[in-house]
């Protein structure tokens, strides 16, 4: 046991599973979860790999003319 500052004990844990249900409980909706995942994953991978993407090509519009004005704009215009 680790003590404290003052020399005294420190205390014992709250909450301690001896029976082992709860990590047997998460054992038993870990796996499913986790090939669950696993299964995702790999067809995420798989796409991702294995697939030409034959998407068009973004087309960007052409900037418009750029028509300089007859000079600075006065303020009386």
Do not use: C, H, N
Request: hydrophobic residues 45%.
């Amino acid at each position: 046991m680790a003590e404290s500052r003052q020399g005294e004990p420190a205390p014992a844990p709250v909450f301690v599973d001896q029976s082992g249900l709860r990590s047997r409980l998460f054992r038993r909706f870990g796996w499913p979860v986790s090939v669950v995942g696993a299964i995702l994953a790999a067809a995420m991978g798989s796409s991702l790999i294995g697939m030409q993407s034959d998407a068009p090509a973004m087309g960007i519009p052409p900037k418009p003319a750029y028509l300089p004005a007859w000079g600075p704009l006065s303020p009386s215009r």
